[in-house]
C-alpha cells in the first residue's frame, strides 16, 4: 500500500467501542426507570431499588474511571468527574443498605460524606475547565462568564429561598437541608458561566455535561422542596432523573475521550450577548422582586454583583477595546495560539530573563498536511489544524509557549528543559498527534516531524534557535525519525544539501530559480518540434542544483504553488523570446497534481500567453498519472478547458504509474511520453522491446503522438525510428541547456530551418547533433 493510501482510514473500531458504553448506559437508565414507573408496590425492591439503583450509580462511575485510564495524559477532569460519581455512587450504596431493612436513613450520616464529596470533587472538575479556558480567554469574556454565573446564581437563590431560610438552626438535618441547595447553586452557576463563553462553540460532550448537572440540579432542587414538604418518597419517577443526570455525566466522559482521539462534533455557538443579557434581565427583576417581597439578603447581594459587573465593559469600553485588539493582534485567528508576532515578541525576555536556565524550541510540521488540504478540502484542513492545536496545547504546561507560524508550522518554547527532556516532551507531543482524527465523518490518521534546538548551548538568538530547529525538522522528515535534536553531524540531510524555508523564500525573492531546456525531435523528419522546460535552482553556494535535489524540500514547504508559476511563467517568457526571432518552439511544462486540480489554471493560462503575445498552443501542459489517479473527474474539466484553448495535454513517465488505461479514453490526451526506464533496457531485453512497440501501436490507434524519453544512443533512436515511434528525447540529442545556448545553436542552423520555424537535426552527420559535454 502506498503511502498517500494510509492517509485516511475509518476508524470503526474506537467508534463502535464508544457506542457500546454509551448503549450500556442507556440500558440501565432506562430499565430503572421502567422499573420505578411499573413497580407494583411501594416497598424496597431488590430488584428495582437495590441493583438497578446502584447499577444507574456505579455504571457512570466506572465507565469514568476508564476513560480516565485510557487517556494517559492530561485527563485530570474526567479524573475528577469519575471521583465524584464514585462518592455519590457509594454514598447511594450505604443508602440503599441502610433502608433496605426498612429503616430511615438517619441525617447526617455516612452517606452524607459521599454526597458532600461528589458536589466538591464535581466543583473542581469544572474549575480545571475554567482554568484551561481561560488561559485562552480576553477579559471581555472574562467577564461575560462571571455576569452569566452570578445571574444565574441570584435567579436561583430566590428559587431556593424557602429551602435556604430555614438553614440556620443547629440540627445535623437543619444545616444539611441548606448546603445542598447552596452547593447545587454552586454547580449551576458555574454550568452556566462555562456555556456563557461568547462565541464560543460548544462541543457535543460538553453540551452533554452540562446537561447531565443541569437534571441533576434540577432533580435536588424538587426533592428539597417535597422533603421541606414531607411529601418525599422513594423510589419515584424522581429518581430515575439523578440515574440519567449521571448517565449523561459518564456519556460526557466517552465522549471527551473520544473527541481527544477524533474531533468535537461542534454545535452553532452561542450568540455573543445572549448569556450577559439574560443574566442582566434576570438580575433587575431578583432586585424588583426584593423590593417587593422578602428575599434572601444573598440573593440581592449576587443580583447587584451581576449588574456592577455588566457595567464595567461600558467604564472601560475604551480601554478593553484596546487590550482585546492587541490580543487579536497577537493571536492566531484560526487556532487561538500566539501568532509569529506573539512568538518574536515574547520569547526573546523569556531567554534574556533566564540565561543559565536551559530551555529548548520545538518546531513542529505536519507530515502529509497538504495531501489532506488538497484532497478534502481547506475547510477540513482548517478543522484539521484546530484540532492539532488543542491537543499540543494539553500536552504543554502553562508557563511554556506555543504559538503557530503559519500553514502547518507550530513553534514551542519548553521553559526549563534540557536537551534529553525536550525530547520526551517531542514523543509527548507525538503520542497525542498520532490518535485519529474525525474530519467531516472521515478518520484520518497524521502526525508530525519535529526539530530541537536547545538553548543556550545552541544559541541565543531566537532567529538562530528557530532556524537550527527547522533544519533538525527537516532532519527528522527525511530520515523518518519523527524528531531530531539539533547538531552540526545530523543538520545535513544525507544528499548533502539542506535547504531552509528561508533559503526557499530567497530562491523566490533572488531570482535564483531557472530554466534549462531539452529539445524533442521529430524522429521521421529530423525536426525540433519541441523543447521541454526543466527548473534548476542556481543556489548562490551549492551551485546549479537539479530538482531532486529541492523539489521536494518546496513541496513539503507547501511552496510548489509559487514555484509551479515562476516556471510556467518563465517558460512562457521564453517562447516570447524565440517568437520574436521567428523561431516557433512549443514548450512543455510539468505540472503538479495542486495546479491541474485548480478550476483557476485555464484563466492563468490564458491572461500569461496573452500579456506576452503569444497563442496558448505555444504551450505544452505535461501531467503524470498519478494526477489522474487522484481526482479524475476535476482533471478532466480543467484539461478539457485547456485543450479547448489550444494547449496540448501530455501523460509524462507513461508506464510508471498503476492507473487504468481507460484515462486514456477519457481525457483529453494528445501525447504520451513513455518513461524512460523502458527505453533504457529495450535494447537488451526482449520483454520491454514488446512492451515498446505495443505501447506505441495503443497510442497511434488512438490518435495520441508518442514520445520516447531516456534516449542515450543512436542504436535506440534508429530502433525507435523503424517502430514508428513519432518523437525522441534525451542526452543522445542534447541534454538540458540554458535557454541562451540552445537559442545560439538555433541560430547557427540557418538552414536547417523549416518553413514554419522548426529546426531539423541531421541524424546522419554526428556533427549536427547538439550534444554539450557532460
Not at 312 to 323: A, D, G, I, S, T
Not at 439 to 444: C, P
Request: charged letters at 20%.
Amino acid at each position: 500500500m502506498r503511502d498517500s493510501d494510509k492517509v485516511v482510514s475509518l476508524g470503526t473500531g474506537r467508534e463502535r467501542q464508544v457506542w457500546i458504553v454509551v448503549g450500556f448506559l442507556g440500558v440501565i437508565v432506562v430499565s430503572y426507570a421502567a422499573g420505578v414507573l411499573f413497580r407494583k408496590t411501594a416497598q424496597f425492591d431488590l430488584l428495582v431499588d437495590g441493583v438497578l439503583s446502584l447499577l444507574t450509580m456505579w455504571g457512570p462511575a466506572l465507565v469514568c474511571w476508564w476513560c480516565a485510564t485510557r487517556r494517559h495524559k492530561r485527563s485530570l477532569d474526567v479524573g475528577l468527574v469519575a471521583a465524584a460519581l464514585a462518592f455519590q455512587a457509594a454514598g447511594d450504596t450505604y443508602y440503599v443498605f441502610y433502608s433496605a431493612g426498612g429503616d430511615e436513613v438517619p441525617v447526617p450520616s455516612l452517606a452524607d460524606i459521599g454526597y458532600v464529596g461528589f458536589y466538591l470533587l464535581m466543583l473542581a472538575a469544572l474549575f480545571v475547565v475554567v482554568y484551561r479556558r481561560l488561559r485562552t480567554m480576553t477579559w471581555p469574556v472574562v467577564l461575560d462568564c462571571a455576569v452569566g454565573t452570578l445571574g444565574a446564581g441570584a435567579a436561583l437563590v430566590v428559587i431556593l429561598g424557602p429551602i435556604l431560610a430555614p438553614s440556620g438552626t443547629d440540627s445535623g438535618s437543619g444545616w444539611f437541608s441548606g448546603v445542598y441547595p447552596l452547593l447545587d447553586l454552586m454547580l449551576f452557576a458555574v454550568v452556566v458561566g462555562i456555556a456563557a463563553t461568547p462565541g464560543r462553540k460548544i462541543g457535543r460532550e460538553w453540551t452533554l455535561l452540562a446537561l447531565g448537572l443541569l437534571i441533576f440540579t434540577a432533580a435536588d432542587v424538587s426533592y428539597a422542596f417535597l422533603e421541606l414538604d414531607g411529601m418525599y418518597i422513594p423510589g419515584t419517577p424522581l429518581d430515575a432523573t439523578w440515574a440519567l443526570g449521571t448517565a449523561l455525566i459518564g456519556c460526557w466522559a466517552v465522549f471527551h475521550e473520544e473527541v481527544n482521539a477524533t474531533a468535537s462534533r461542534h454545535f452553532p455557538a452561542i450568540p455573543v450577548q445572549t448569556i450577559p443579557a439574560l443574566a442582566t434581565a434576570t438580575a433587575l427583576g431578583v432586585l424588583i422582586i426584593a423590593a417587593l417581597h422578602n428575599v434572601l439578603f444573598l440573593a440581592v447581594v449576587l443580583a447587584s454583583l451581576t449588574l456592577a459587573l455588566a457595567a464595567v465593559p461600558l467604564v472601560f469600553r475604551q480601554r478593553m477595546h484596546l487590550l482585546d485588539l492587541t490580543h487579536q493582534a497577537r493571536t492566531d485567528e484560526l487556532t487561538g495560539l500566539h501568532n509569529r508576532r506573539a512568538l518574536y515578541a515574547d520569547v526573546p525576555p523569556r531567554l534574556a530573563e533566564n540565561l543559565q536556565q536551559p530551555s529548548a524550541i520545538l518546531l513542529l510540521d505536519i507530515d502529509k498536511f497538504k495531501e489532506i488540504n488538497d484532497g478534502l478540502g481547506h475547510d477540513v484542513g482548517d478543522d484539521l489544524l484546530r484540532q492539532v492545536s488543542a491537543r499540543l496545547a494539553e500536552q504543554l504546561r502553562p508557563v511554556d509557549l506555543l504559538a503557530r507560524m503559519g500553514g502547518d508550522e507550530f513553534v514551542a518554547h519548553v521553559a526549563d528543559c534540557s536537551p534529553a527532556a525536550a525530547q520526551a516532551v517531542a514523543v509527548q507531543l507525538r503520542e497525542s498527534l498520532a490518535r485519529p482524527y474525525d474530519l467531516s465523518g472521515v478518520s484520518v490518521q497524521v502526525n508530525a516531524s519535529i526539530g530541537i534546538s536547545c538553548f543556550p548551548s545552541q544559541g541565543v538568538d531566537l532567529s538562530q534557535l528557530l532556524r537550527k530547529a527547522d533544519m533538525a525538522m527537516y532532519g527528522a522528515k527525511s530520515m523518518h525519525t519523527g524528531y531530531l535534536v539539533y547538531s552540526e553531524s545530523s543538520s545535513v540531510p544525507h544528499d548533502g544539501h539542506f535547504h531552509t524555508v528561508q533559503d526557499l523564500n530567497h530562491a523566490f525573492s533572488d531570482n535564483q530559480l531557472i530554466l534549462h531546456f531539452q529539445p524533442k525531435v521529430n524522429l521521421l523528419t529530423g525536426q525540433v518540434s519541441g523543447v521541454e522546460a526543466l527548473v534548476r535552482w542556481n543556489h548562490p553556494i551549492l551551485g546549479v542544483l537539479p530538482p531532486d535535489a529541492f523539489l521536494r524540500r518546496f513541496e513539503e514547504a507547501g511552496l510548489m504553488p509559487s514555484l509551479t508559476e515562476v516556471v510556467l511563467g518563465k517558460a512562457l517568457d521564453q517562447a516570447a523570446v524565440w517568437e520574436e526571432v521567428g523561431t516557433s518552439v512549443p514548450v512543455a511544462v510539468n505540472l503538479p497534481a495542486g495546479a491541474i486540480m485548480d478550476s483557476l489554471l485555464p484563466a492563468r493560462v490564458a491572461e500569461m500567453c496573452g500579456v506576452r503575445g503569444l497563442q496558448a498552443s505555444v504551450l505544452i501542459v505535461e501531467i503524470t498519472e498519478d494526477v489522474l489517479v487522484a481526482d479524475r473527474e476535476r482533471a478532466r474539466t480543467v484539461l478539457a478547458e485547456l485543450r479547448r484553448m489550444g494547449v496540448r495535454i501530455a501523460v509524462d513517465d507513461f508506464g510508471k504509474g498503476f492507473s487504468s488505461l481507460s484515462y486514456l479514453r477519457e481525457l483529453p490526451i494528445d501525447e504520451l511520453k513513455l518513461d524512460k526506464s523502458f527505453i533504457l533496457t529495450m535494447m537488451d531485453d526482449a520483454r520491454a522491446t514488446a512492451l515498446v512497440v505495443s505501447t506505441i501501436d495503443l497510442a497511434h490507434s488512438m490518435g495520441l503522438q508518442m514520445t520516447a524519453e531516456g534516449v542515450e544512443n543512436e542504436q535506440v533512436y534508429r530502433a525507435l525510428t523503424d517502430y514508428g515511434c513519432d518523437l525522441a528525447q534525451g542526452y543522445f540529442m542534447s541534454r538540458p541547456v540554458p535557454a541562451q545556448e540552445l537559442t545560439t545553436w538555433f541560430r547557427g542552423r540557418g538552414p536547417g530551418f523549416l518553413g514554419d520555424g522548426s529546426v531539423v537535426v541531421d541524424t546522419n552527420d554526428q556533427d549536427s547533433i547538439f550534444r554539450p559535454a557532460p
